[in-house]
């Protein structure tokens, strides 16, 4: 199904060029973890305390969303702290994480982004536009379905292979949710396939990292939301590697909402994918 022409026609890379500025202009009234650790009271849809840089970065969101709308655009958003929100039609989703990497970002680590997905249906498979820009190395990843993925203007190459150890490991592997026992967990797994793993603390940003092949795979060690992933795995597809989330039939058919349903994985083969799809635990 195509995207609508309502959906086309809005600026949705200017959009999300200007709430980066805007959250970046956030980031820096409160630089230390002190401000950036101060929390509203409140908990957002996805279930997580809310702090008020995440709600300072959704409003700059929320504000051009709001902007499009009012330019004729119709679309619904849904996003990390407000669930979902009509503007007019349902069929094109738009899914917001305004700081993905919110932990890093209260800490003042670098590792932390904003990710905007649009879609014309109601699954993965159905994005269109994918924005992440990581704060921490000023990267601009965008990707627009059937139309190749970029990184800071330039085209990412589909041609990038794996990596892998003489003992037929892949030899650097990006994992997420990499709390101590879900680790332990999955440590015998890991080893099988991985010779080492790096723990980003932001799902978007790690996917890009595996879209320009800087890492061999990516692994969540829990179900992931959409807000966390649609954008990036647009990304990873349109840059030639592979996604699959193993909770649904349909390795893109992970709904575009704001529950977890699924772990993710992304590898650049499908020997990387088949590998890297058994080590989270079971749906």
């Known amino acids: 199904m195509a995207i609508s022409t309502q959906a086309l026609d809005a600026d949705w890379l200017g959009a999300c060029r200007a709430a980066t500025e805007s959250l970046r202009a956030i980031l820096l009234d409160a630089p230390g973890t002190e401000e950036r650790a101060v929390e509203v009271g409140t908990r957002g849809y996805g279930g997580d305390r809310t702090l008020v840089i995440d709600a300072q970065a959704e409003d700059a969101v929320f504000a051009q969303l709001e902007g499009l709308h009012d330019a004729g655009a119709r679309f619904s958003a849904i996003s990390e702290e407000r669930g979902?929100?009509?503007?007019?039609?349902?069929?094109?989703?738009?899914?917001?994480?305004?700081?993905?990497?919110?932990?890093?970002?209260?800490?003042?680590?670098?590792?932390?982004?904003?990710?905007?997905?649009?879609?014309?249906?109601?699954?993965?498979?159905?994005?269109?536009?994918?924005?992440?820009?990581?704060?921490?190395?000023?990267?601009?990843?965008v990707a627009r379905r059937g139309d190749g993925a970029w990184l800071n203007g330039r085209r990412l190459q589909t041609e990038a292979c794996e990596r892998r150890t003489p003992d037929g490991r892949l030899e650097l592997l990006g994992i997420e949710a990499a709390d101590p026992g879900r680790m332990r967990e999955a440590a015998d797994r890991l080893e099988l396939c991985a010779y080492r793993i790096r723990a980003l603390g932001t799902m978007a940003v790690s996917l890009c990292q595996l879209a320009a092949a800087r890492f061999d795979g990516m692994v969540s060690l829990?179900?992931?939301?959409?807000?966390?992933?649609?954008?990036?795995?647009?990304?990873?597809?349109?840059?030639?590697?592979?996604?699959?989330?193993?909770?649904?039939?349909?390795?893109?058919?992970?709904?575009?909402?704001?529950?977890?349903?699924?772990?993710?994985?992304?590898?650049?083969?499908?020997?990387?994918?088949?590998?890297?799809?058994?080590?989270?635990p079971p749906p």
């Open 84 to 141: 979902a929100v009509d503007f007019g039609d349902p069929a094109v989703i738009v899914v917001v994480d305004p700081i993905d990497g919110s932990l890093n970002a209260k800490r003042g680590l670098p590792q932390h982004s904003i990710s905007i997905a649009v879609a014309d249906g109601p699954t993965m498979a159905e994005v269109a536009f994918g924005y992440v820009y990581d704060f921490g190395a000023r990267e601009e990843w």
């Open 222 to 280: 829990k179900p992931c939301r959409a807000v966390d992933a649609a954008a990036a795995q647009l990304i990873v597809r349109e840059a030639g590697g592979l996604i699959a989330f193993p909770g649904f039939e349909d390795p893109l058919g992970a709904p575009l909402d704001a529950e977890p349903h699924s772990s993710i994985v992304g590898a650049r083969t499908l020997e990387g994918l088949a590998e890297l799809s058994r080590v989270p």
